[in-house]
């Protein structure tokens, strides 16, 4: 899906459609533009969109196999950068991972989107409800609205991410976890690691904007960006830092559990080993074929042997047990 928004002071306009070329037969050069392309994934026809707006072909690449995440500095074409990001579209009791590209020139935003992002959407629909007026700015505020939403996001992510984390720690602490719970904070813990990058990346573009030849957003949307999202930034980077000490915490404790649990299912088939080794002396002298046994010859031989082996094992786990072994 494509979906088209074109603004300048004097008019505001919304349109979507699968075919690239109706798309581009509506883009005019005087508007400002925000593409989205959503799992769009028709190689020919994003070499259309990248040749169109003049961008350097190999960004098709680029897109197609996932550039490492953050800002490129290479070419200077464009802004281009390669996102991971975490969003709250909770799915199967899990957060999900958006992943994707952002262009940016000067009159226009392109975001390339593997599944469609919500913030974006809501975004989008606030711009043509006109609740955000974005018409007398240029393209560059557009840029800054994007990445005020996506740090916003990461609120209430974390927030998700804690009421989890307390639920797996009531079973840690209680240790009435098992291995599914110790799986639950590993994969979390390593699916959060895309927090990580995309801070990084929006503070490396933080620090561009301090380089004299940056050309992409002007000096006014430049002080937006370093008066509200540094600042957000650092703090959404510290508190994901102690969600992650947090998660290696419980992965630690959860990991003793676990090793503490093995330890005693292998301390009870010790004892019963224990139990039983003494019936096996037993029962493997009395099978030894030798003829003169006077045991054998006994009228209660059997019944007594039957007796001291109940006896052994009864006081075997009364031992046990008044030690705590059991």
Known sequence: MLILLTFSQNHLEAFSSKDV??????????????????????????AKIINHFGINPSRVDMIFNHFPIGIDEEIEDCLFDSYEIMTNQIKNRDFEIARGSIIVQNNFIITFESTEIRIL???????????????????????????KDILNNYHTVFDYISRQLDDLE??????????????????????????RRNFQSIKSLLVMMDYEDFQWLSHPVKELFQQELVHQVDKLLQEYQALRIWMSELLEIQRDNIASK?????????????????LTFISGFYGMNFKYMPELEQHWGYPMVI???????????????????L
Do not use: H
């Open 170 to 195: 009531d079973a840690v602490l209680d240790n009435s976890g098992d291995e599914l719970t110790y799986k639950k904070i590993a994969t979390m813990r390593q699916s959060t690691r895309c927090g």
């Open 262 to 278: 093995t330890s005693e299912r292998i301390n009870r088939l010790t004892i019963l080993s224990t139990v039983f080794l003494p």
């Open 21 to 46: 070329d109706v798309i581009l037969k509506r883009i005019r050069s005087c508007d400002n533009i925000w593409l989205r392309c959503i799992r769009f994934r028709d190689r020919t026809a994003i």
């Open 121 to 147: 959407t809501i975004l989008n629909n606030n711009i043509q409800k006109g609740i955000l007026d974005i018409k007398t700015f240029g393209i560059d505020y557009l840029l800054y609205l994007i990445y």
């Open 307 to 325: 007796v001291v082996m109940v006896i052994i094992v009864i006081s075997s786990i009364m031992y046990a047990k008044k030690q705590r072994w």
